[in-house]
């Protein structure tokens, strides 16, 4: 199985398919196979595209350090030594909630690296939103507690749950979060610095949710602010369900050719 090593912590990759270079950049306690491969996501892509796929530290067959200091801005650096690995200078990106807020933060910080950017299942956080941090501690709250009956936060319940399922080590993810919730004070702290940032991105962006999912904020607001960018919803669905959903799939496949053609 194939591994790379950054800074001590080793990362499992998986490569899938021929075509140009589509880097997949999973959800929060999920991992390729949960993400990608049981929701048919490499079967959908793969005849077209050459896919790189990555557990995140923390997750799936990676390392999984302890310390909170492991993660934020290093789970970004294990994106671009992967592609240094795999002597890949740029490619196409497609995250799933948090894996889009990775290839949010990497197309801001590393532009050149990034042809093209597919962000699915998430939300745009307001600067400075005291319910942010709230939620942030209620996550880690359920994350850290002895079982999920000790649990009382309904969408904490969710979010344990969840993690559970995917038979996530809990520890290593309330590191995770953890190192987010710290990370988040580099981020630009006014709406208007937020806005200007994103208005110079200058490659093609699309962002996709479902109808129903749970996330805060507004749904388009990426697509409004970067230049040409394109925001798609689908009907029913929620953070979830609408990962396996062949409109999704459909939609992704679209946008790639788009870009694959310029």
């Keep these: 199985m ?18 140009p270079d589509l880097f997949m950049i999973h959800g929060f306690a999920a991992n390729i196979d949960f993400n990608w491969k049981i929701t048919n996501w490499i079967n959908a892509l793969k ?7 990555m557990d995140c530290r923390g997750h799936g067959k990676s390392d999984k350090p302890k310390e909170p200091a492991q993660y934020g801005v290093k789970m970004m650096e294990d994106i671009s ?11 196409n990106f497609f995250g799933y909630s948090m894996g889009s807020s990775l290839t949010l933060n990497l197309l801001l910080s590393e532009p050149s690296r990034i042809n093209c950017a597919i962000l699915g299942g998430f939300v745009l956080p307001s600067p400075n939103d005291e319910q942010t941090t709230l939620r942030y501690d209620s996550y880690i709250n359920a994350l850290k507690a002895e079982s999920i009956e000790q649990v009382k ?3 904490g319940q969710e979010f344990r749950r969840f993690a559970e399922s995917t038979g996530a080590d809990l520890n290593a ?5 953890t190192g987010f919730d710290q990370e988040s004070e580099k981020i630009p702290t006014t709406q208007k610095r937020v806005k200007a940032v994103l208005k110079k991105i ?4 699309m962002t996709v949710m ?20 394109c ?10 369900t609408v990962v396996s959903d062949p409109k999704f799939h459909m939609i992704v496949k679209a946008f790639l050719n788009y870009v694959n053609r310029k």
């Design 173 to 177: 993810l309330a590191a995770v979060m």
């Design 153 to 155: 936060d309904p969408v």
């Design 231 to 240: 925001h798609f919803q689908i009907q029913g669905k929620d953070h979830g």
């Design 2 to 19: 194939p591994y790379f090593d950054n800074e001590g912590v080793k990362l499992y990759y998986e490569i899938e398919g021929v075509g």
């Design 202 to 205: 200058s490659v093609p962006v």
């Design 47 to 53: 005849d077209e595209n050459r896919l790189i796929l």
């Design 81 to 91: 030594k992967l592609m240094d690995h795999l002597s890949i200078h740029r490619a």
């Design 210 to 229: 479902g109808s129903d999912d749970f996330l805060p904020g507004d749904k388009t607001l990426i697509a409004k602010l970067v230049p040409d960018a």
